[in-house]
């Protein structure tokens, strides 16, 4: 059984942020895998659901993103899972938009949600970073992270959405180099 949580804030307003694209990517997962009804659960929204031959629980914590760690250590702690368990998705700065990077462990890079989860279960667990690119000056971060996605960038942003949940049986198997590459294939097409 794995626990992967999509970070974002709650709220229609924060629904087409960029700091929302971790619940963009669980909704998507949830639509094409065919995962079971939301559930109010662990200071969030969980669906359980199969890729492949492994247990998902898909979870949004319901709390803002600085405190997406409480929710994800709930959950945790309730299944007896490890860190390494865990897979978080959500957005990155310092990647080119639609980019993504898979890895496992290191620190927040000042991410308040990545630094509240491993407040919560530590750092040992597998990361989905999704670029969003930089505004190019550090006043203009919290304006850009919180706007919404421009009409420009709608086709990019559900080719993304679509490539990482039909990519997603490779995660569930832990081959993440594998993952990055089918995905990356599917966004020069």
């Known amino acids: 059984m794995q626990i992967w949580a999509g970070l974002g804030n709650p709220g229609p307003q924060y629904a087409m942020n960029r700091h929302n694209v971790g619940f963009m990517v669980a909704d998507t997962i949830a639509e094409i895998h065919g995962f079971g009804p939301v559930q109010k659960k662990f200071s969030g929204w969980l669906q359980e659901g199969r890729i492949g031959s492994e247990k998902i629980l898909l979870l949004k914590p319901a709390t803002f993103m600085n405190k997406s760690g409480q929710a994800i250590g709930e959950a945790l702690r309730f299944y007896k899972l490890a860190p390494e ?11 080119d938009p639609f980019r993504i990077k898979v890895k496992r ?20 667990f597998r990361r989905v970073r999704i670029g969003i690119g930089h505004p190019g000056h550090k006043d203009r971060v919290t304006g850009h992270v919180l706007g919404n996605y421009a009409k420009a960038e709608q086709d990019d942003l559900i080719q993304m959405l679509g490539a990482i949940g039909a990519e997603a049986d ?20």
Not at 85 to 95: H, M, P, R
């Open 85 to 95: 368990d865990v897979t978080v998705f959500y957005d990155e700065l310092d990647l």
């Open 170 to 189: 490779w995660l569930a198997r832990g081959e993440d180099v594998r993952f990055a590459s089918d995905y990356a294939l599917r966004m020069q097409d």
């Open 105 to 124: 462990g290191g620190g927040a890079a000042g991410h308040n949600g990545i630094r509240s989860t491993i407040q919560h279960i530590g750092e040992n």
